[in-house]
């Protein structure tokens, strides 16, 4: 698969060397320039580029990893038929007061998907701690199925089955939360941001 990510910050890194260990290729841009860039493309190796905005638009999937305020930034035309994953998280103290969001009226990522008409748009890749991401990968990839690290997703229902199938190639489990309103439960105010867990587990903190 081609996979764009719009931002190249740790998340971005992690996630597309191990997107690149499965056999997909990344195209990476940020609003540095492409400068900024060419150290990170060329550890990632000959499976990723730098490229503006409307090559990363051009891909097959296009990741979000940047601070929530900043998606808002970005011109909507530009992913009206796009895949989208929604790997931010909203904080108030960086992102500003959004009561609908504070007061799970409104998940975080229906505001992207708002900001993005005709775009198909899924919740994920966002609760693992960043820093031990690379290590939980490794460890999940050779557990059992069931005791593999399950992560939760939520939204477009066939963008859902692409994530999923990435999900698994890099050694972990999906777990189905429903549409883009059932990412309220895992959101970065709650119990499963930063939780690490199998299914069973996972299914359990969704109660």
Request: no cysteine; aromatic share 8%.
């Amino acid at each position: 698969m081609k996979i764009g990510f719009i931002g190249a910050g740790h998340v971005a890194q992690v996630l597309s060397e191990l997107f690149i260990k499965a056999g997909n290729s990344v195209i990476l841009t940020n609003r540095h320039g492409l400068t900024r860039l060419r150290p990170i493309v060329e550890k990632l190796g000959s499976k990723a580029s730098a490229g503006n905005l409307e090559q990363v638009a051009q891909q097959e999937l296009i990741i979000l990893a940047l601070p929530f305020k900043a998606v808002f930034d970005l011109e909507p035309k530009m992913f009206a038929d796009s895949a989208i994953v929604d790997a931010t998280n909203y904080f108030p103290h960086r992102d500003g007061e959004l009561t609908e969001v504070q007061t799970h009226q409104a998940a975080s990522s229906e505001l992207v998907a708002q900001h993005f008409p005709g775009a198909r748009v899924v919740k994920a890749f966002n609760t693992l701690p960043v820093a031990n991401l690379a290590n939980l990968a490794q460890q999940s990839r050779t557990a059992t199925l069931a005791k593999k690290i399950a992560l939760p997703l939520a939204g477009d229902a066939g963008v859902k089955l692409e994530v999923a199938e990435l999900m698994k190639e890099i050694g972990f489990v999906p777990y189905d939360a429903g549409d883009l309103a059932g990412s309220k439960k895992f959101q970065a105010d709650t119990n499963l941001f930063l939780f690490a867990g199998n299914h069973a587990e996972l299914a359990q903190k969704f109660k």
